[in-house]
């Protein structure tokens, strides 16, 4: 044990350290929070989708494929498991119809796709006939050859070699694998659909499809999780040899199994999750495994393969204010400065579609200040952010305007100040959301995002 003790050895721990996990997300994906958001804006919305578009920024474009084979204990995403063939039809039509009517507004006109992301849910659940055709619709709505990165998530149990095939051919330039631990009994427990023998059989069918980046999520802190579990589920991870790596602390989002669970306190599903000090020191012992194994550190939670030209378009262009067309039920949408979710109801969903209305749901008007906060805190993310950058854009100088706060996380060791550079520490990167609210507005603070 003493190679843990070398991997904790932090400085003491300070009041920014929480300990115990609660229920509630911590996880930053957004500014303002979602808390914040209203159900009037959709005329906003719509003026906003007439008004010419800014060519110079990019564009994306994010499908939510809302099915899952099972719910794991710790999901908190508008996923479903009990929708039949008829079910997946009638979702897949709408969802290819609301892309076909974004594509007539003045703000998209001459703006070719940067970066197109399947997420869910599980995108790799529908048959390859329900992908091939969805493809085709979206592309004669929004060609994406020009697209930069085109993303797909995959459960492995999902998946086949001829599935593989057929995400390759649609262009698909990121795969990632939703591998999440190697251990068992760790999946079971924690509700995932599949085991490891189904990760170690499709790593070698994604290999030798050659997809340009392929990349792995791990949880740090599933319950169960031991040391001895977790060097072991890092251990495999290397020898898989994706290209990046991705490593979330698992968090207990409401309305979850598990946080349900836990505020009943009662049932046998009361988790016993680790605390945040111990999945950061798991996450600190994955990053120096991996920085050993020639990888390198390139946001709070990803490692990239030394010397590899990737980058992960959806997450970088998102966080230096790009447009995305969230579409799917519950989707969330960033255009020209403004923010708004689809309905998140199924019938609610479909039913706008069928009738031949975009299924806008609540959104959020950013002030430009509050659109600066945004990319600061989201840029903080990627480990470092660079001060010209939003003075530049903004007009505004964050040294200046967050000196107190910039000051004391530099003095807690969170973060170095260089020339013209934000540098997060290890430190600062491990704990990194739990620091991001010091930078909210007053009114924002203290609020959880699910
Ligand atoms: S596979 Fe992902 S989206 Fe589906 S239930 Fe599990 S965590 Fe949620």
């Not at 008004?51 to 474009?61: F, K, M």
């Not at 020009?146 to 390759?168: D, H, M, N, Y």
């Not at 009943?264 to 020191?281: I, Q, Y």
């Not at 069928?354 to 990319?375: A, D, Q, V």
Request: aromatic fraction near 12%.
């Amino acid at each position: 044990m003493s190679r843990i003790k070398n991997l904790i050895a932090e400085p003491a721990t300070t009041a920014l350290d929480w300990k115990k996990t609660d229920v509630g997300s911590v996880f930053v994906s957004n500014y303002p929070p979602y808390s914040f958001w209203q159900d009037d804006t959709s005329e906003r919305v719509m003026g906003t989708l007439e008004e010419s578009g800014d060519p110079e920024t990019p564009l994306g474009l994010y499908l939510h494929i809302p099915f899952c084979r099972k719910r794991c204990k710790f999901c908190y995403f508008r996923v479903y498991t009990d929708k039949n063939a008829r079910d997946i039809d009638r979702y897949l039509e709408a969802l290819a119809q609301e892309i076909g009517r974004y594509a007539p507004y003045e703000r998209f006109r001459g703006r070719p796709l940067d970066f197109v992301y399947f997420g869910g849910g599980t995108p790799s659940y529908i048959s390859v006939k329900h992908l091939k055709n969805l493809v085709a619709r979206a592309k004669a709505a929004f060609p994406w050859d020009q697209a930069r990165e085109v993303a797909f998530e995959c459960e492995p149990g999902t998946l086949s070699q001829s599935k593989l095939e057929a995400i390759r051919e649609i262009g698909v330039t990121r795969l990632s694998l939703g591998v999440e631990n190697l251990n068992d009994a760790i999946l079971q427990e924690n509700g995932r659909a599949h085991l490891s023998k189904e990760i170690h059989e499709v790593v070698p069918w994604v290999k030798a499809l050659d997809f340009p980046e392929f990349n792995v999520d791990l949880i740090s802190g599933m319950v169960g999780e031991t040391w001895e579990t977790w060097f072991e589920t890092v251990e495999r991870t290397v020898e898989m040899d994706a290209d990046t790596v991705t490593i979330y602390q698992m968090e207990l989002p409401f309305n979850t199994t598990y946080s349900k669970a836990l505020l009943e306190e009662n049932g046998s599903d009361v988790p016993n999750v680790a605390d945040w000090e111990t999945k950061r020191a798991w996450q600190d012992y994955a990053i120096e495994r991996f920085l050993e194994a020639d990888y390198e550190v390139s946001s709070y939670n990803t490692l990239t393969k030394r010397d590899l030209p990737t980058s992960f378009v959806y997450r970088e262009a998102l966080w230096r204010g790009a447009d995305m067309i969230g579409t799917g039920v519950a989707s969330i949408s960033h255009i020209g400065g403004v923010h708004y979710q689809n309905k998140t109801g199924w019938e609610d969903y479909l039913g706008d579609l069928e009738e031949g209305r975009l299924p806008f749901g609540r959104g959020f008007i950013p002030t430009r200040g509050e659109l600066m906060i945004r990319e600061m805190i989201l840029q903080l993310k990627l480990g470092n952010i660079r001060p010209s950058y939003f003075s530049d854009k903004f007009g505004v100088d964050v040294l200046k305007n967050y000196r107190t706060t910039y000051s004391s996380l530099e003095d807690d060791g969170m973060l170095s100040i260089e020339e013209d550079r934000i540098q997060l520490s290890r430190r600062g990167m491990l704990r990194v959301d739990q620091l991001l609210p010091r930078f909210y507005d007053v009114n924002y603070r203290n609020s959880r995002y699910t």
